[in-house]
């Protein structure tokens, strides 16, 4: 497999990922947890797992986990989590979302939790969830998303590729609807939230060089007043703090 940008990236810090306070839990893992409360799946699958957090969740619910991302340190990084938690039904597989090594209606969940602004190809991922969900079965899909506005989705998406140039979009509410529905997948509950982030930690993760930091951090301070307002920017001694909104959909296979 040839290393995308988003490979190289994560590659490189999959263990800041894994010791990152917004990916081990945070207000969208807990809601996941509330909106999957009662079900039990036999088959499940964690797409973009990254260090493994929601796959370790859903493993306590679910007979069988598989744990899918294309990074391999990431995978790595799955496997230390799963064994340091005795989540022993989890198994990692290494592939893309848009192409998942799974045969037709074969999964009762998905989840893909604070990834899928990542994948190039977003709509293909959402025809594969489609094709391998069993009739019925549910996709829970949580990420940052992009408000309505256009300057608003345009600079929290410029600033997000500035920080990490494998971001691809943090889409809109109504796109992500628009392209369910294109597959038969129909969002049966949403809820909104906030990613809490701090700059410092943000740019950490990513490897930003410090002046390509600086330059970005200056975006940030020189923002106009509807930008603050609209993601909470505020600074605190050395730092600056943020958030981006977040939506927690869960979607049923309707055909
Ligand atoms: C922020 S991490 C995911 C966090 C994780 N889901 C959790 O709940 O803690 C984003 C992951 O998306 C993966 N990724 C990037 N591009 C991808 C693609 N096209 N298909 C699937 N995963 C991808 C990266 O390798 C990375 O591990």
């Given at each position: 497999m040839n290393k995308s940008k988003a490979q190289q990236i994560f590659g490189d810090n999959a263990e800041a990922y894994a010791n990152s306070p917004v990916h081990v839990r945070d207000d969208s893992l807990d809601i996941i947890e509330k909106m999957l409360a009662g079900h039990n799946f036999e088959m499940a699958l964690d797409v973009?797992?990254?260090?493994?957090f929601t796959a370790i969740s859903i493993s306590n619910i679910s007979n069988t986990v598989l744990a899918s991302d294309p990074t391999r340190p990431m995978l790595e990084q799955t496997r230390k989590t799963s064994i340091s938690t005795n989540s022993a039904n989890i198994s990692v597989i290494q592939n893309i979302a848009e192409q998942i090594p799974i045969s037709t209606n074969t999964v009762d969940l998905i989840t893909c939790r604070?990834?899928?602004?990542?994948?190039?190809e977003f709509d293909k991922y959402i025809h594969e969830c489609s094709r391998i969900l069993k009739q019925k079965g549910i996709l829970i899909i949580a990420d940052s998303i992009s408000p309505e506005n256009e300057d608003l989705d345009q600079w929290l998406n410029q600033i997000e590729l500035e920080r990490d140039p494998s971001h691809v979009r943090n889409r809109k509410l109504s796109e992500i609807n628009l392209i369910l529905n294109k597959y038969h997948l129909k969002t049966i509950e949403h809820q909104l939230t906030r990613i809490h982030l701090s700059f410092n930690s943000w740019v950490g993760r990513t490897g930003v060089s410090k002046s390509y930091k600086n330059h970005i951090q200056q975006k940030f301070i020189n923002a106009e007043p509807h930008i603050k307002e609209a993601f909470q920017i505020r600074s605190i001694d050395k730092d600056i703090l943020f958030s981006w909104p977040c939506a927690v959909m869960k979607c049923v296979k309707s055909v």
């Open positions: 973009g797992t990254g260090a493994g604070k990834a899928g602004h990542h994948f190039p």
